[in-house]
């Protein structure tokens, strides 16, 4: 098990950018796959994006894909998510995901931190 920090987030202009941040307790963070997802106001909580415990292997989901970028330093025990063109539907709390095995995130056996709040303004 791991525990996990989200920051960064916060209000933005539409079109904006913003860069989140995730740490990571433990020794093994690069044993690790990562992941960021969302919960917009309203709905369920959705996939945005992942990555391998190496960092070399990254998915997105459609909806965020050209404009947000995941990435982590294994030294620092940190995933990134860079967001970029932000829009009003990318408003959602916004959070952090941890699992041995990257198929997996999301379910019973992932780890989640707080969440951060992302909010776009039109």
């Known amino acids: 098990q791991v525990q996990l920090v989200e920051s960064g987030g916060g209000l933005v202009q539409g079109g904006g950018s913003l860069r989140l941040s995730c740490a990571a307790s433990g020794r093994t963070f690069s044993g690790y796959a990562m992941g960021w997802f969302r919960q917009p106001p309203g709905k369920e909580r959705e996939l945005v994006a992942t990555?391998?415990?190496?960092?070399?292997?990254?998915y997105y989901a459609d909806s965020v894909k050209g404009r947000f970028t995941i990435s982590r330093d294994n030294t620092l025990n940190t995933v990134y998510q860079q967001m970029n063109s932000l829009k009003p539907e990318d408003t959602a709390v916004y959070y952090c995901?941890?699992?041995?095995?990257?198929?997996?995130?999301?379910?019973?056996?992932?780890?989640w931190g707080q969440g951060t709040q992302v909010t776009v303004s039109s």
């Open positions: 990555i391998s415990g190496s960092g070399l292997t990254a």
């Open positions: 995901a941890a699992d041995r095995n990257r198929i997996a995130l999301g379910t019973s056996t992932t780890d």
